[in-house]
């Protein structure tokens, strides 16, 4: 005896638990909208810490985007179109920060580019200091965003196949031409969207920015940052700040699989 489904063959049960699981999300969003202090909303996410926390917070977004693409994109292709010894290991390591506490990566990066880290010390002797600065920002939110690009972009490579690329090759393209005239161009969509999710992760980043670079107004106090502090002194702020976000967050979700939603 065939059992009884609805939803287009989903047993009604499952649905049930579906609605929990989409419950457990959006209630706590809604909830947030609805402690906003409305009235006062514009003048509490147009304080001047609170612009200085946005602006910076766009900046380093931006600068570790463009530095995830720079290094994901040729980390990706190795991924995706080679084979050597190793390479289970180099994805997994790669891909480590995705399930790593942001906390320890910011102890990680401090032990690689601190004063007295594996790096560090030797760019110190050069007069080039990392740790607590803006460009530690920029490496926290690229540390933690990195994968993000990978996965998507990798993804994308493996189910394009390399197929034109191969006919590319035998027209007498050379590696670099059909990188930049057929790789490229066939999986934009996978590189636009590990962008975009790349760029969300940096804007939502705090534990590593905050072990790795501190709380700096101005320098590298991030927005997660600001809210985190606002919470102490100035909940109404906290809140109206961690609607910015949210709003921020909702339409690089749209951005990215709305699209597929329309096709």
Do not use: H
Request: a positive charge.
């Amino acid at each position: 005896m065939q059992q009884r489904s609805t939803l287009g063959g989903i047993p009604a049960w499952v649905a049930v638990v579906a609605a929990v699981g989409a419950l457990l999300i959006i209630v706590p969003i809604v909830s947030l909208a609805t402690r906003v202090d409305w009235p006062n909303f514009g003048a509490l996410v147009t304080s001047p810490s609170s612009l200085a926390a946005l602006a910076l917070s766009l900046r380093t977004s931006v600068a570790s985007t463009a530095l995830c693409i720079l290094l994901g994109v040729p980390l990706a292709l190795v991924l995706a179109r080679t084979s050597f010894p190793g390479k289970r290991i180099l994805r997994a390591l790669i891909l480590l920060p995705l399930v790593l506490p942001p906390v320890v990566g910011g102890i990680a990066l401090l032990a690689a580019f601190g004063r007295r880290g594996l790096l560090g010390s030797s760019l110190e002797t050069l007069g080039v200091s990392i740790a607590f600065s803006t460009v530690a920002v920029v490496l926290a939110q690229t540390f933690v965003a990195l994968p993000f690009l990978v996965l998507s972009l990798e993804a994308a490579l493996r189910a394009a196949g390399s197929r034109y690329e191969a006919v590319a090759s035998t027209l007498g393209a050379s590696p670099s031409t059909v990188f930049r005239r057929v790789t490229l161009p066939l999986v934009l969509p996978g590189l636009v969207t590990g962008a975009v999710l790349a760029f969300a992760r940096a804007l939502g980043e705090f534990g590593a920015t905050l072990t790795f670079a501190g709380s700096l107004e101005g320098v590298t106090r991030t927005l997660p940052l600001e809210i985190y502090l606002q919470r102490e002194t100035d909940p109404d702020a906290a809140v109206a700040l961690a609607l910015v976000l949210v709003v921020v967050a909702v339409i690089v979700m749209v951005v990215t699989y709305g699209r597929r939603e329309i096709r």
